[in-house]
């Protein structure tokens, strides 16, 4: 139970790290953000639980594929947001990132990359 406890810990901090960050500096905390800092910690958590190289390796994999259709979400928001207001921009962008994230999973497809 302490193990699950320390990695909800050290986790959160990051979170707040970058909300602190961007909160003294727009790109340094735009750069922290950017930072794999959490698949980099999931993957400390993968292999000090002992998990195999291929669950490691795959979880690396899904990862990079699964961050591609999220990019246009961090274009349109800065758009949106003083049209609209926070929670619909919010609401649109994940509108923006389930639609990119359809299609992209079906192009994927045709090229033997399962998502789904």
Not at 17 to 22: D, I, N, R
Not at 41 to 59: D, F, G, M, P, V
Not at 71 to 80: C, G, H, I
Request: glycine fraction near 4%.
């Amino acid at each position: 139970m302490s193990w699950i406890i320390t990695k909800y810990a050290l986790t959160a901090a990051v979170v707040v790290l970058v909300s602190e960050a961007a909160k003294r500096s727009d790109r340094l905390g735009g750069f922290i953000a950017a930072l794999p800092l959490i698949t980099l910690l999931t993957l400390i958590w993968l292999y000090i639980e002992r998990q195999s190289a291929e669950k490691i390796a795959n979880h690396a994999w899904y990862t990079f594929w699964y961050v591609l259709p999220t990019l246009p979400m961090f274009l349109a928001f800065p758009r949106l947001l003083a049209r609209i207001g926070f929670w619909p921009t919010l609401l649109a962008c994940v509108a923006i990132t389930v639609v990119c994230f359809g299609l992209f999973a079906v192009v994927l497809q045709r090229f033997g990359i399962a998502l789904l």
